[in-house]
């Protein structure tokens, strides 16, 4: 489902009345298969419940980081959404607006926000989203160097493999 809702529904923001800050409806956003945030995260949300996953809208700022904690309370305090899901007892943080994303549930990397507001009854403190870092490189490169002779062209081949958010940001790239 994550997929589906990342890879088709195209992230794109109406920002104009109500609904720059109100989602649509999810039947809307399937049918018109396009959606902000916002849009997308309920989409998202919707389709985890229905299945008996539990997944709720959390509320992040892009740029604040841990810093978020410190700011006052304001309606400006947060410019991006994501989804909270907990499944088989594990929480994951999922952005809806991320296309290409590949791999293992477990194996996905969380979103860099650091601090979210998830919407739902009875939730009124941020919650830690818990950076994962991985043991080794995300992106490695090979250079093979053939020399048939010194007064020959030289072959180089150079070999890059991207792992983790490294791999779906190269998978973006090229689509």
């Known amino acids: 489902m994550l997929r589906f809702v990342q890879d088709e529904i195209r992230y794109l923001g109406?920002?104009?009345?109500?609904?720059?800050?109100?989602p649509n409806p999810p039947a809307r956003v399937l049918e018109r298969r396009f959606g902000d945030c916002k849009d997308k995260s309920l989409l998202l949300c919707t389709?985890?419940?229905?299945l008996g996953i539990e997944a709720y809208p959390a509320l992040v700022n892009t740029e604040a980081g841990r810093t978020l904690a410190e700011r006052q309370p304001s309606?400006?305090?947060?410019?991006?959404?994501?989804?909270?899901?907990r499944l088989d007892g594990k929480v994951y943080w999922l952005d809806a607006t991320v296309p290409q994303q590949r791999g293992p549930l477990s194996g996905l990397p969380s979103p860099e926000y650091e601090r979210a507001l998830v919407v739902r009854q009875g939730s009124g403190e941020l919650e830690e989203i818990p950076l994962l870092s991985s043991a080794s490189p995300t992106t490695s490169v090979k250079d093979?160097?053939?020399?048939?002779?010194?007064?020959?062209?030289?072959?180089l081949e150079v070999i890059t493999t991207y792992r983790e958010a490294d791999a779906d940001a190269a998978r973006y790239e090229m689509a």
């Open 75 to 85: 309606p400006f305090a947060f410019d991006h959404v994501i989804v909270r899901a």
């Open 47 to 50: 389709a985890l419940n229905a």
């Open 144 to 155: 093979v160097y053939t020399v048939e002779s010194y007064d020959l062209p030289v072959l």
């Open 14 to 22: 109406i920002e104009l009345g109500r609904h720059s800050h109100l």
